[in-house]
Nanobody, 124 residues
């Protein structure tokens, strides 16, 4: 049974930083492209970033490019999202997702498994 558990969310002031982690179990982690998505209140879930299973390719939403960095440690079955220069509009529940042998897609339908999410709140 695949399990994805996010952590690292919290309350931070605008301009600050947070590092999210997503620990995966029940899967061969190195075969999964990992993605981060977010959902703000009253809005649809949106793509944030993805990293290919091989670790060699990344893809970011324009809204976070240059501020967020996705990385992974296959030895620890963990994917990270380093978020810098946070803005109030980054406030959302952040979810990690796994896409078996997938490309770095922004299409949520391509992801097979999802975590429960972690809340990020950025105050102005």
């Amino acid at each position: 049974q695949v399990q994805l558990v996010e952590s690292g969310g919290g309350l931070v002031q605008a301009g600050g930083s947070l590092r999210l982690s997503c620990a995966a179990s029940g899967l061969t982690f190195s075969r999964f492209t990992m993605g981060w998505f977010r959902q703000a209140p009253g809005k649809e879930r949106e793509f944030v970033a993805a990293m290919r299973w091989s670790g060699g390719s990344t893809y970011y939403a324009d809204s976070v490019k240059g501020r967020f960095t996705i990385s992974r440690d296959n030895a620890k079955n963990t994917v990270y999202l380093q978020m810098n220069s946070l803005k109030p509009e980054d406030t959302a529940v952040y979810y990690c997702a796994a896409n078996f042998w997938g490309t770095t897609t922004d299409d949520a339908n391509e992801y097979d498994d999802w975590g429960q999410g972690t809340q990020v709140t950025v105050s102005s």
